[in-house]
Nanobody, 116 residues
Framework: VQLQASGGGLVQTGGSLRLACVAS????????GGWYRQTPGKQRDLVAR?????DTNYADSVKGRFAISRDKNTMSLQMNRLKPDDTAVYYC?????????????WGRGTQVTVSS
């Protein structure tokens, strides 16, 4: 199983991006997971998380602007009204179930840059 994150890029302040995290593998399905972000020299922080029951929680800095969702083997992060402080490498983390396994995985990061 691999988690592939995509959707990052360069956007102006106030713009939007949608990140996607796709689990590939034998009948892979994302049960729960989250998006994290990291800037150079700092720790990786939780941005948003979605539980197995669909419950969500967000960092205070993104509440009302970001929305996390999941559907089968894809977990998405809709980011609206982006700010320069949102600039970071974004990573997805997910509990993935397949026909013969249940494990936690990290995806490779995707760079988000918000220009002022």
């Amino acid at each position: 199983v691999q988690l592939q994150a995509s959707g990052g890029g360069l956007v102006q302040t106030g713009g939007s991006l949608r990140l996607a995290c796709v689990a590939s593998g034998n009948s892979a399905s994302i049960i729960a997971g989250g998006w994290y972000r990291q800037t150079p020299g700092k720790q990786r922080d939780l941005v948003a998380r979605i539980g197995s029951g669909g419950d969500t929680n967000y960092a205070d800095s993104v509440k009302g602007r970001f929305a996390i969702s999941r559907d089968k083997n894809t977990m998405s992060l809709q980011m609206n009204r982006l700010k320069p402080d949102d600039t970071a490498v974004y990573y997805c983390n997910a509990d993935v179930v397949t026909s013969d396994s249940y494990r936690n995985y990290w995806g490779r990061g995707t760079q988000v840059t918000v220009s002022s």
